[in-house]
């Protein structure tokens, strides 16, 4: 068997060992190890692969970026942010109809600027915002899918943990990602919203609506959001501004949210040992996903197929926007079957040289940025996609009276939304790109 076989018969070796519930790293991992074995034949070099291999991963100052956001995510929701954004959001929307999913949407959007988890974001809003929902007589249905779309806007608006994987593997700045993300979650929070109106309009018995606030009221819970507007000003706008570094920035943003929640009062002796002790956990999981994907890539890269396949498609002649949406397509269809950041890091090494050698009229930089961004929120898409999206699971875990397929209905206008704004987004580059283009 020839190494380029190898390296495609991997493929469904590896999607074999995920359907068997092994985990994706440790998946990724056996069969990088047993294809460079095949290839090398001898045990010796892959132990020294081994040895180089784990350092460079763990020692990586690129990675660093990763706790200290996981982190910052872990101190916010120990500061009241997650509960001040719903209550400002919801003061001013929940009187329409549909209104106090849509302020869930919108608090998803802020709490998504300060914590770059997707999961995390679920999770605390839910906490939050599912009882709000259920005592003004949302359906299990839509209040399950509201929160569980609105947790992905965690990973889309930044600073995102995702977007930071792909800028390391496509070797791109992570400061103009953010920038070029910023628009996309915008579109992504009002495209939701949108969403959820057409939805109560067809079916008025799904959703209520809260009293209607006073300006005075609207604008004193506006005023309680102020410490995430300062740790995301802090953050982001002093990556955009150059101030610091985005890993210093991260390390600003940990300090800020812990240093707001313990003035609240939500920081204390044993919560700050369970955050350091969660974010400690997260960060295991995503090291020893990045280190099975790299040991599977470094096999991949000798058996030269991504090379191989690069070639052949840019040789071929096929049209480079009929191959832009059968990878997004591709995307889609394995986002219901695995996590996002298994995803980024197990293709991004395979596609990127394929789409980055053909033309769409883009410079190498802007292109890696617009395709970054694409395929952020078609991974992003996948996270609410059925039967195996990570958010579903994780929302529906926290409102057991609600069966898994009413999450499943309630979650469609979402996927809509999403799959309207991808096509809009690959038709109109522009839109993702013009802010990066402004300010650099």
């Excluded at 200290?68 to 209550?87: D, I």
């Excluded at 992504?188 to 300006?215: L, Q």
């Excluded at 293709?347 to 952020?376: H, K, Q, R, Y």
Aim: hydrophobic share 55%; with cysteine.
């Amino acid at each position: 068997m020839s190494n380029l076989e190898l390296g495609l018969y991997s493929f469904p070796v590896l999607l074999l060992l995920i359907f068997l519930r092994i985990p994706i790293g440790l998946a990724m991992l056996a069969c990088g190890l047993g294809g460079l074995y095949l290839i090398m034949g001898s045990a010796a070099p892959i132990l020294a692969k081994l040895k180089g291999e784990t350092y460079t991963t763990f020692s990586s100052y690129s990675l660093s970026i990763i706790p200290l956001f996981l982190l910052m995510g872990q101190f916010a929701s120990l500061g009241g942010m997650s509960q001040s954004l719903f209550k400002a959001a919801n003061a001013w929307l929940g009187h329409r109809r549909g209104g106090v999913a849509m302020a869930a949407i919108g608090a998803c959007a802020g709490f998504g600027a300060i914590c770059g988890s997707s999961l995390a974001t679920a999770a605390t809003m839910a906490q939050v915002a599912l009882p709000e929902l259920r005592r003004y007589g949302y359906s299990g249905g839509l209040a399950t899918g509201t929160l569980a779309a609105g947790g992905t806007l965690g990973i889309l608006i930044p600073p995102s943990v995702v977007l930071i994987i792909y800028a390391i593997l496509a070797e791109q700045n992570i400061a103009k990602l953010f920038v070029a993300a910023f628009v996309p979650g915008i579109l992504a929070t009002i495209g939701y919203m949108i969403a959820i109106s057409i939805y109560v309009r067809m079916y008025p018995d799904s959703a209520g609506s809260s009293k209607r606030h006073s300006y005075g009221e609207r604008f004193r819970a506006l005023l309680e959001v102020w410490p995430v507007l300062l740790v995301f000003l802090a953050v982001v706008g002093g990556i955009y501004l150059g101030w610091f570094t985005p890993t210093e920035a991260a390390a600003i943003g940990a300090a800020g949210t812990g240093l707001i929640a313990l003035v609240n009062g939500g920081l204390t002796r044993k919560t700050f040992v369970d955050s350091i002790l969660l974010t400690a956990s997260a960060t295991a999981m995503i090291f020893f996903i990045v280190f099975g994907a790299s040991i599977y890539n470094s096999f991949l890269a000798l058996s030269q197929m991504p090379n191989v396949a690069a070639s052949f498609i840019t040789e071929s002649g096929f049209n480079p926007w009929l191959v832009l949406v059968g990878i997004l397509i591709f995307y889609l269809i394995l986002g219901c079957f695995m996590d996002s950041l298994s995803m980024i890091l197990l293709t991004i090494p395979i596609f990127f040289p394929i789409v980055s050698g053909l033309d769409f009229g883009l410079g190498a930089e802007e292109f890696a940025i617009w395709f970054g961004i694409l395929v952020l929120i078609v991974v992003e898409v996948g996270l609410i996609t059925p039967p195996v999206g990570m958010n579903l699971f994780v929302i529906n875990s926290m409102a057991k009276d609600t069966p898994i397929l009413q999450t499943y209905r309630g979650v469609t206008p979402f996927v809509i939304s999403d799959i309207v704004r991808t096509i809009i987004l690959v038709l109109f580059p522009f839109i993702t790109l013009f802010m990066v283009r402004w300010l650099y």
